[in-house]
């Protein structure tokens, strides 16, 4: 077997496209865009709807002031009944009317028409409640500047929604990616249906079986096997990995999955639909997609939302608040030892994807370490004398809360390890299979595992199993109230421990 396959590889190598040729497949994204970014595009989906909703009551508020001159709680309830009647008219009916989801096909004139035709609903409704307003003409009057005003602004807004979801479309930051292993009839099949939909970019095929697999299925190429996939360079730009293999096989779908459970894309099994109606519907979405997930973090855009929220708005103040004590360490660095202020290393992201992580340098220039090949020792020659109490503070990081703000990193999270860091001789990354489940969250400021002692270098094979297991831990736990007690707790974790080489 290893004798085919490596003859495949020979042949697969010399057929291989010159550097001009594309073997990205039918698809052909624009650019490949990491899920990273994509998920921030979803994310703001979900933050529209919330701006309209906060217009929606303000407008309610400001329409029904004139109308209520004992003011919302002294005032009759006939008079405020109407004004509730529009604003939950509005609220349930955007939503029940799919006015977020500004899908691929559909078109502007008619998501407008819709919005009108909600407010215009929303209207009668209050209408027919106002007569039980013993204020009959202050109120009809109000509800008429309500209904302009609010129609207006909608309008304006969605209008200015849908021009930002297409271009984010456009950019391919709202088209999720995926590969699939098993280059088989159910890979032609999803596919096949994937083309007919457009909403879905196939990045490309691995097989397990290389040497008796085609080189492509529906025009998309099979890259590799798939433990080639596992240390693939497209890791990032997937959303999902999707198995398509027959799911009789059962042991070999065992199989591949198991090795797959490493990576932190979510992984996910197709099962075949057999009414044709049923499958054709099913495409529409990559949610809607008659897959089973089995391995990977779920989504919960609720809980990223909240979370870049408090990234942008803890670390913005944090950056006002530390600017004085930057300025003073970016002045000290520069009269200490020839060189730039900060230090720029390439360290693994969110979903395996590579990042440039600001930090302060503390190291002589020419002794700078860009890989981590050799970890800080305790009285390292390497550190200068400014680098030893930045490092031994901690100050060293605040320049990654740049990297916050652009979304790269959270403020709590997996601290993030560069890209081929050794523990002692061996690749940290090699030492521990589930090593990649840290990547399933974007990296992080400060973390579980640092407030729980693991902090500093990875001397051994054992120090990596027990970050992995506490990065892991965090991961599963993940809520507002946690990240806020971590956070709290990193300042006196770090003035508490003497111990740690950083």
Known sequence: MNVSVNARTVRMAAEAPGPGADRRGPFRPARLVSARERKSGDMFVRLFRTIDRIALFGFALFAAGPALPAGVFRSPLGDILPFIAATLGVYVLLDAGAMYRFGRKARLSRHIAKLMCIFAFAFVVAAFVKHFSPNHDVVVERLKFWMVATTTYFT?????????????????????????????????????????????????????????????????????????????????????????????????????????????????????????????????????????????????????????????????????????????????????????????????????????????????THMTDHTAAQQVTRGDPRVTRVGRFIRKTSIDELPQLFNVIKGEMSLVGPRPHAIGMKTGPDESARLVAEYAWRHRMKPGVTGWAAIKGSRGPLDHADDVRRRIALDVEYIERQSLWLDLYIIAMTIPCLLGDAKTVR
């Open 156 to 364: 304006l807004q969605h209008l200015l929604w849908w021009l930002i979801v297409r271009r984010w479309r456009s950019e391919g930051k709202l088209t999720p990616s995926i590969v699939i292993v098993g280059a088989t009839r159910h890979a032609e099949k999803l596919i096949r249906a994937a083309i007919a939909e457009r909403n879905v970019n196939v990045l490309g095929i691995f097989d397990d079986r290389l040497a008796r697999a085609p080189d492509a299925v529906a025009g998309v190429p099979v890259l590799g096997d798939v433990q080639g996939l596992l240390a693939h360079k497209i890791t990032p730009y997937v959303d999902q990995v999707v198995v398509a293999l027959d799911t009789s096989a059962k042991t070999r779908v065992k199989t591949i999955v198991e090795k797959l459970r490493v990576l932190p894309n979510e992984v996910s099994l197709f099962i075949d639909v057999d009414n044709e109606a049923d499958g054709r519907a099913a495409w529409s979405r990559v949610a809607d997609m008659p897959l089973a997930r089995v391995s990977g973090i779920s989504d919960d855009e609720r809980k990223a939302l909240v979370k870049r929220i408090q990234d942008l708005v803890i670390g913005t103040a944090a950056l006002i608040v530390f600017a004085p004590i930057m300025l003073a360490v970016a002045i000290a660095i520069k009269l200490d030892s020839p060189g730039p202020v900060f230090f720029r290393q390439r360290r693994h992201g969110f979903n395996n994807e590579a990042i440039r992580v600001w930090k302060f340098r503390s190291m002589y």
